[in-house]
Antibody
Framework: QVQLVQSGSELKKPGASVKVSCKAS????????MNWVRQAPGQGLEWMGW????????TYAQGFTGRFVFSLDTSVSTAYLQISSLKAEDTAVYYC???????????WGQGTLVTVSS | DIQMTQSPSSLSASVGDRVTITCRAS??????LAWYQQKPGKVPNLLIYAASTLQSGVPSRFSGSGSGTDFTLTISSLQPEDVATYYCHTYNSPFGQGTKVEIK
C-alpha cells in the first residue's frame, strides 16, 4: 500500500535551517510528482509547489522562493523540503502529498510540525 | 497562475440539511478539480477527484459537479461527522481558501 512517512517534529531558533523528509513506499517513486503543502496554526492549506520525481526539477509557488528548496534522493524514494533562515512565521505543519494519476493529491504524509522560536 | 475562489468561508447548518460549497477557477481547468476534507487536527483527505468522482470509501451523501471554471461540492444530508474544513484544489495551483462547516 502507498505510504508517505515524514520525519518528526522540529524545534528551531530563528535563522536556523531545517530539512523535512518524506519517504515514499508502495509505488514507483519516480512516476508521480511530490507536492509540499504548508498549514500555519489555525490557517488554511498553502500549496508550496512540487518536484518532478523523475528529473528532480522543482517548481515553487509564489511566496516560497529563495529560502525553500525541494530535493530528492531517489535511491531511497525520499523527498526533502529544506527551509533556511527560519522565521517565526514559518511555524507550521508541513505536508508532502503525492500528485496521483488523476491530478489530485491522493496520498499525504502525516505532517511535520516545525516550530521556530527563540 | 490559476486562482481558486471558494465560498462561503464558513457555514453553520443543521443535521440533515443540504450543504453546498462553491469553487470558481480563474481560468478553465476542465474537470481537474479535487475536494479535500480536513477534520480538526487531522491530515487532509481526498474526497472527490475529477470534479465529480467520489474517492473510495467516501459516503454517497457527498457529491461534486462542474467543469471549466465553476464547481460545487454538495453534502445532501449533513451529519455530525462532516464537521470539517473543505478545500478545493487543482494541480500546480493554490488551494481554495477553505470552507469551515459546523453544526447549528
Amino acid at each position: 500500500q502507498v505510504q508517505l512517512v515524514q520525519s518528526g517534529s522540529e524545534l528551531k531558533k530563528p535563522g536556523a535551517s531545517v530539512k523535512v523528509s518524506c519517504k515514499a513506499s508502495g509505488y514507483n517513486f519516480r512516476i508521480y510528482a511530490m507536492n509540499w503543502v504548508r498549514q500555519a496554526p489555525g490557517q488554511g492549506l498553502e500549496w508550496m509547489g512540487w518536484i518532478n520525481t523523475n528529473n528532480g526539477n522543482p517548481t515553487y509557488a509564489q511566496g516560497f522562493t529563495g529560502r525553500f528548496v525541494f530535493s530528492l534522493d531517489t535511491s531511497v524514494s525520499t523527498a526533502y523540503l529544506q527551509i533556511s533562515s527560519l522565521k517565526a512565521e514559518d511555524t507550521a505543519v508541513y505536508y508532502c502529498a503525492r500528485l496521483g494519476p488523476r491530478y489530485d493529491l491522493d496520498y499525504w504524509g502525516q505532517g511535520t510540525l516545525v516550530t521556530v522560536s527563540s | 497562475d490559476i486562482q481558486m475562489t471558494q465560498s462561503p468561508s464558513s457555514l453553520s447548518a443543521s443535521v440533515g440539511d443540504r450543504v453546498t460549497i462553491t469553487c470558481r477557477a480563474s481560468q478553465g481547468i476542465r474537470n481537474h478539480l479535487a475536494w479535500y476534507q480536513q477534520k480538526p487536527g487531522k491530515v487532509p483527505n481526498l474526497l472527490i477527484y475529477a470534479a465529480s468522482t467520489l474517492q473510495s470509501g467516501v459516503p454517497s451523501r457527498f457529491s461534486g459537479s462542474g467543469s471549466g471554471t465553476d464547481f460545487t461540492l454538495t453534502i445532501s444530508s449533513l451529519q455530525p461527522e462532516d464537521v470539517a474544513t473543505y478545500y478545493c484544489h487543482t494541480y500546480n495551483s493554490p488551494f481554495g481558501q477553505g470552507t469551515k462547516v459546523e453544526i447549528k
